[in-house]
């Protein structure tokens, strides 16, 4: 038994206890991208291609739960956009990655992963390495 089985276990139990809870609401509070000193997962980051050295860094962001919702047509009847709620068709973490990718242009993105999550948002820890 690896060190790596302990640090998944002490992840899983911290995603769903109240400090999880805790984590998320600060990070509600925040910005839609934000910096942290350290991937959350160790892990997980590991199987990424994450290295704790200069040169590589973790992106909490935050992305709406749920199906894509578009407005209703505002004028005339217009059949091909009468149904009110769509699927994008892309996983949420991929627009995580698209996010941090915008906000970071000087840095390569490696991965990403779910690490909270609310009602109404989610958040991706997106590892990146700088280029």
């Known amino acids: 038994m690896g060190a790596s089985k302990y640090i998944r276990k002490s992840f899983a139990e911290t995603f769903n206890g109240e400090l ?60 091909g956009k009468n149904r009110k709620r769509e699927n994008p068709g892309k996983p949420w973490a991929w627009f995580a990655e698209q996010k941090a990718r915008r906000r970071y242009t000087n840095a390569t993105v490696l991965g990403s992963h779910l690490v909270g999550r609310d009602g109404s948002v989610q958040f991706f820890e997106v590892l990146m390495k700088t280029k």
């Open 20 to 79: 999880g809870k805790q984590r998320v609401r600060n990070w509600k509070r925040g910005g839609t991208v934000q910096r942290a000193e350290k991937p959350l997962n160790p892990g997980r980051a590991r199987e990424l291609g994450f290295k704790a050295k200069l040169g590589y860094f973790a992106v909490i962001v935050k992305t709406k739960r749920g199906r894509r919702s578009r407005d209703r047509p505002r004028i005339g009847r217009k059949p």
